[in-house]
C-alpha cells in the first residue's frame, strides 16, 4: 500500500465563541478496519495524544473514572469514541455536576474524533446480523487554508482502507434494492474493506443497518443497510 506523506498540523489555539470548521465522513468499519486506520495515524502522528468519552454508566456513577491522555487509541474499551489531540499542551479536565464531565484544558485545533470499533450485532426480531454506522469528524480552526488540506489528506487516508463505491442499499427483511434517484450517486458512506468482506460471506447480512421510524415501520419494511454490489 502506497504511503502518504501527510503534514503535520499547524497548531491553533480555540478561541471563545469561535465555532470550528468540520468535515466528516460517515463509515462501516469492522474492528480490523479501524485498526489499520487507527495504527496509520499513530505512524503518521507518533506524538499525537488520545482520550477516549465516558461512557453513560460512567457519566452517572458515583466514583470518578479514570480517563487521562493516552500516546496510544488502544484503550482496553475500544466500542467508545476516541479523540485525537495534537497539541502536546492538551490536558482533560474532569467535572462533577449532574454526572461526571470530561472537558479539555488548553484545547487547540486540529482535533479528529474516531468512532471506537464495534463487532458484529447478532440477529434478533428488530434486524439481521449486521454492522453498524459511525463517523469521523475532524473539526479545524475557520477558515484555515493549512488545516482544510490536513483534513483532505487525513480523508485520503481513510480511502486507502475503506471505498464508497460497490455498494448498494436494500430494505430488510427482503432485501429489495432501494432504486437511486437520478444523477450522481448520493452514497455517503465508506465501508471498510473487511467489512465488505465480511458481508460477502453471507449473503443476509447488512452493513450500516438501521431500523425503520416508528411512522414508516410495516413487517415488509423493518429497516434499511447496504449490500456489496456485485461479486
Known sequence: MRKLKIDQPEIVKVEPLVRPSMLSRYVCLSPVDWKLFATALVEAFPDALYNR?????E??????????LERTPWHPDLTYPIEVHFDPATQLNLKKGVGWLITV??????????GGPVDPKPADANGPEHFGEGQIEIHTAPHHKGHARFARQIYRLLAQFTTNERQIRVRYPHYDVMPEPPGPPLFGLWIGHDALRW???????????ERSSMSTRTP???????????P
Open 220 to 230: 415488509d419494511n423493518l429497516g434499511y443497510g447496504y449490500r456489496p454490489k456485485g
Open 59 to 68: 457519566i452517572r456513577g458515583a466514583e470518578q473514572p479514570e480517563v487521562r
Open 199 to 209: 458481508a460477502r460471506e453471507d449473503p443476509k447480512r447488512l452493513l450500516a443497518y
Open 105 to 114: 484544558r488548553g484545547q487547540s485545533w486540529p482535533q479528529i474524533f474516531l
Open 53 to 57: 468519552h465516558l461512557t453513560i454508566e
